[in-house]
Structures are given as structure tokens and as C-alpha cells.
């Protein structure tokens, strides 16, 4: 029986790779690709360093790489950080700055709103844009020391070995609305 959030997807795909798991902008995503991307997706953020129960940041829109990134990051051993994509920018930025996030997954458009926030997010070293690569715009807006890259450039067929995850540690961090305050973490194991 699973015991991770991310084992769902896995075991489901071993059982049934040809059944739909997810359909976003009327494409269907099987489960057998669906569980190919979350590990390969998983192997990109620890080749590109994530350590164990660190926080990766989603700002997106309902979209099939919101999901192959928070299954994602929950093999890679990292924790997820859904951002509501209506948020305003400095609303964003207040998310991603207090979970310490140390990556984002997020539109070129996203990004350039929040690019006056960057400096503020000192812990923040990769951003994965899953639109087209825009970086080339983008770079006189971001600090040096941020990477950007496209979402695909983390999707990794290596073979390499994911981290132990277990049931006990922590999948996901979701900020409540705020409505007497700033919104707060509610941390959830798997």
C-alpha cells in the first residue's frame, strides 16, 4: 500500500499506465506518462541540488505541470509550496520568503511581476518557467545569482536513485487565506 503522496501516482501507473490521470487544456496525461515526468522530475531537482525537505514553490495556474511538479518534488524528498495563482506579487513573495523556498516553478509572466520581489528572496537560487524559454528577456530583471531555466530542463532520464521518503516526513506546505493576518504554513507529512 502506498505510504507517500508521490507512491499514489506510482502504483496507480504500474497497475493502470493507459488510464487518464489528469486532462488540462483538453489534453489527456495518462498515468504511465504522468509517473515517467514525476520521477524524471524528481531526478532534475536533485541533479540541480535540491536537499531533503527543502521548499519548491508552485505559482501556477491549474496546469498538468503543477502536478508532475508537487509529485515532483515529493520523490525528490523536497517539500511543496502550492502559491494560489491568483495571489498578487508581493502576496507571492511573502509565501515564498517565509517557507524559505528554494525553488520556483512559475510562468515567464510570473516572473517578470514578481521580479521587483527577487531581492527580498535571498534563499531562492532556481526558477523553472513551463512556458517558452524567456530568460533572454527576463535576465535584466533578476538578480545574477538566480537560475532560470525551462521547466523540461528538469525533466531527467537518468536512472539516477531518489532520496527515502518516508510517510512521517513532511510532503507539503499550504499558507491559509490570511484573512485576520498574514497567511501562515499548515504543514502536511504524507
Not at 505510504?3 to 502504483?11: D, F, K, N
Not at 495518462?30 to 541540488?49: D, H, I, N, P, Q
Not at 525528490?76 to 520556483?104: C, E, T, W, Y
Request: a neutral charge; proline letters at 7%.
Amino acid at each position: 500500500m502506498p505510504t507517500c503522496l508521490h507512491s499514489l501516482v506510482l502504483a496507480t501507473a504500474h497497475r493502470h499506465p493507459e488510464r487518464v490521470a489528469v486532462v488540462a487544456a483538453g489534453r489527456p496525461t495518462t498515468y504511465g506518462v504522468l509517473a515517467w515526468r514525476v520521477e524524471a522530475f524528481a531526478r532534475g531537482l536533485v541533479s540541480f541540488g535540491l536537499q531533503f525537505g527543502e521548499r519548491v514553490a508552485l505559482w501556477l495556474p491549474k496546469q498538468v505541470e503543477q502536478v508532475v511538479a508537487a509529485f515532483g518534488t515529493s520523490a525528490a524528498g523536497g517539500v511543496f509550496v502550492p502559491v494560489n495563482s491568483v495571489l498578487k506579487p508581493a502576496q507571492a513573495a511573502h509565501i515564498l520568503r517565509d517557507s524559505g523556498a528554494v525553488m520556483l516553478v512559475t510562468s515567464a509572466a510570473r516572473l517578470a511581476q514578481l521580479a521587483p520581489e527577487l531581492l527580498t528572496l535571498p534563499a531562492l537560487r532556481l526558477v523553472l518557467l513551463v512556458d517558452a524559454d524567456t530568460t533572454s528577456e527576463l535576465s535584466a530583471l533578476l538578480p545574477p545569482s538566480l537560475r532560470v531555466l525551462p521547466f523540461v530542463a528538469a525533466e531527467v532520464e537518468d536512472g539516477s536513485a531518489l532520496p527515502a521518503v518516508g510517510p512521517d516526513h513532511l510532503a507539503g506546505l499550504f499558507y491559509t487565506s490570511g484573512s485576520t493576518g498574514r497567511p501562515k504554513g499548515v504543514m502536511l507529512s504524507h
